[in-house]
């Protein structure tokens, strides 16, 4: 056991009983070992396989499977999200390691909108510990290696009856000894879609075009250079749960790296522009137009080694942020003016971190990992209007703050056998984001209110335990997996009479505040059981639990959750039927705008057959046609009905 304390405004004793048995993972040693604490949600790694639902489905629809990660829906593009019930302020979500910060005041454009399935292989999805409170999530783009000359891709469409959805797109890599190249390319299209029974739901449609590109080259025997891009595209998608919607999505993401033995060195640039209008609402109070820009450049440099036993790595990196947007309200008579304000006032974030992580092995059983990082984060409202509209609410405010964020955590391992069981602990801070502390007027569309951001916040601290033990036999595997958080100085908004509100109907203004603690905790059991050759059944439940000071139910927290499904294979055939659903919602936030929800379940079947090159899978979601909603459905928004969907997927 062991005691650190932390001088910051309180102090901390953090427990440190255990954890992560973490990166630990990579097998040193005779077995390949599972990180119990990383949860790694494998998309494909060459092509697109038959073991998914859907080869073609969204990447959302993907990290919906995850037990750690739930998605808020607000219409059928772009889900914000949450890592252990937490929204997204409080994880970091990276693409091959790249910091980007999405440029919507309303959580529109998250950053698993900028990338596809098909230009990925797979997520690393890890529990606490990371440069955030709740996880972190690393979206892993497939690239080549250098190797004999060769040539391969695919091509791929998928139809879906339910909002006429097409998927078209292909992917090209070329390996030889000193270069190698990927490239590919997704077109999405979507109609609104209709819920259970047949109501349309209006503004659901989207169009999104993905590009993304990779290329290496071999300097010598020991090191290469990398180039990378992404362009993804999304124009008129609606979000039928808000009152806006998106004309524009843009992303540009770049990257260049070098990499030597066991050291990385990338810089990195991404620009990000979102356009958000109400043009294509028939009846509005008062025509808006919102966009938003953000942009970032940085860069991280990794070096590990490996010694007989240990594995450790030291990290450096740096990234600057500048997030801007703004709001027009145009008056509806002549001689009125229109009204202009910054909602975002030009923030400009500077961050700069180092960070250790050795992962010991104490004896063949027994692995252990202990992971640290401290970083500086100063922020700088840049824009003078939108300075000057801050101190409004704060007229002490300092234009510039710098914080200090430290993190630790570590943890235990043990494998033996047909056990695994892993133990560990945690401490993490986060600033306050863009808009808890600097956002100006946010309407909210679930409760209802404006949200005036708060520059004088405290850093908001979590210290978590988390447990999970495995047990598997060549036919049957179980896993259990719980994690508690404890968070100090929560970040929420909370009720201001005092002030009015910008929005016409809106219910009033929140300020963000901070509560002195919230707690969340989150289990898991997973379980499978092969029956024969032909037949497996995978089983899945889940439950989360979120309460704070003052405060009964935390929003937008999963009720006990589940899934089961029966697989059928016979040599290149195979067909699946799954149930899933959840308990009734009522344990629910009513001045977050939330009401209590029934219980549901759903079925989905598909079959899939592989004939030599060309891959074919069919499929029905939500048979029975049901009309449903659930907790992460932003404004009780309803989810799809019936949908007979049809991949086609061609290797070459
Ligand atoms: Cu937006």
Not at 104 to 126: A, F, G, Q, R, W
Not at 257 to 273: D, E, M, P, S, V
Not at 290 to 300: L, R, V
């Amino acid at each position: 056991m062991l005691i650190i304390q932390t001088g910051c405004m309180h102090k901390f004793f953090i427990l440190c009983i255990a954890l992560l048995s973490a990166i630990t993972a990579y097998s040193q040693t005779d077995s390949i070992k599972t990180d119990l604490l990383k949860e790694v949600v494998i998309i494909h790694k060459r092509s697109l396989s038959d073991k998914t639902d859907k080869p073609l489905s969204s990447l959302d629809k993907y990290l919906e499977k995850s037990d750690i990660v739930n998605m808020i829906r607000r219409g059928a593009y772009a889900w914000e999200p949450y890592l252990n019930g937490m929204s997204s302020e409080r994880s970091v979500v990276t693409i091959d390691g790249m910091r980007i910060y999405a440029a919507c005041t309303d959580k529109m454009d998250p950053v698993t909108s900028y990338v596809e399935t098909t230009n990925l292989s797979s997520i690393n999805v890890h529990s606490a510990g990371g440069p955030a409170i709740s996880g972190t999530m690393d979206l892993v783009r497939k690239k080549g290696t250098f190797g004999e000359k060769e040539r391969s891709g695919m091509a791929f469409a998928g139809f879906e009856s339910n909002g006429n959805q097409r998927v078209i797109g292909g992917a090209l890599s070329f390996t030889q000894p000193t270069l190698f190249t990927n490239v590919d390319f997704t077109y999405r299209h979507a109609d609104n879609y209709k819920a259970g029974g047949g109501e349309e739901v209006l503004y659901s449609q989207y169009t999104k075009y993905n590009l993304s590109a990779i290329a290496g080259y071999k300097l010598n025997e020991h090191a290469q250079l990398e180039a990378s891009l992404i362009y993804d595209r999304a124009v008129n998608v609606g979000y039928p749960a808000l009152t806006m919607d998106v004309g524009l999505a843009r992303g540009i993401i770049a990257s260049v790296a070098y990499i030597r033995h066991g050291w990385q060195t990338k810089i990195y640039y991404n620009t990000i522009t979102h356009v958000m209008d109400d043009s294509k609402r028939p009846v509005v109070a008062i025509r808006m137009d919102m966009p938003g820009w953000s942009k970032t450049a940085g860069f991280y440099s990794t070096i590990q080694k490996m010694t007989k036993n240990h594995h450790w790595k030291a990290n450096i990196n740096g990234h600057f942020n500048k997030s801007l947007a703004d709001m027009t309200m145009y008056s509806s008579t002549a001689g009125e003016k229109d009204m202009y304000m910054l909602t975002w006032p030009g923030v400009l974030t500077y961050y700069g971190e180092i960070s250790g992580e050795d992962n010991y092995t104490l004896s063949s059983k027994w692995h252990t990992t202990f992971n640290g990082g401290v970083g500086i984060q100063n922020n700088v409202v840049d824009n003078q209007q939108g300075y000057e509209s801050l101190t409004i609410f704060y007229p002490n405010m300092d234009r510039s703050r710098t914080r200090l964020l430290k993190r630790l955590s570590t943890g235990f391992s043990y494998d033996h056998k047909k056990w695994q069981y892993t133990i560990g602990a945690a401490y993490g801070e986060r600033a306050p984001s863009v808009s808890e502390g600097y956002g100006y007027y946010l309407y909210n569309s679930f409760d209802q209110y404006d949200y005036i951001g708060n520059p004088g916040m405290k850093n908001e601290k979590s210290i978590s335990l988390n447990t999970a033990l495995l047990f598997r036999t060549s036919r049957f595997s179980a896993k259990v997996s719980g994690s508690y958080f404890h968070l100090m100085d929560y970040i929420i908004g909370k009720p201001n009479s005092g002030l009015s509100a910008m929005t016409i109907g809106a219910a009033g203004v929140k300020v963000y505040e901070q509560l002195a603690y919230a707690n969340i905790f989150n289990c898991a059991l997973d379980a499978d059981y092969k029956f024969s050759t032909h037949f497996s059944w995978t089983n899945k439940v889940s439950y989360r639990r979120g309460t704070g000071e003052h405060i009964k139910h935390l929003p937008l927290i999963q009720p006990f959750t589940y899934s089961s499904g029966l697989t059928f294979r016979q040599k290149s055939f195979s067909a699946n039927i799954t149930a899933n659903g959840a308990a009734a919602q009522d344990k629910y936030n009513p001045e977050f705008g939330e009401q209590a929800l029934p219980g549901y379940t759903i079925f989905n079947l598909s079959a899939s057959y592989q004939f030599k090159s060309l891959l074919l899978k069919a499929g029905a979601e939500n048979i029975l046609d049901k009309n449903y909603t659930t907790f992460a459905d932003w404004n009780r928004i309803p989810r799809m009905g019936r949908n007979v969907f049809v991949n086609v997927i061609w290797s070459f």
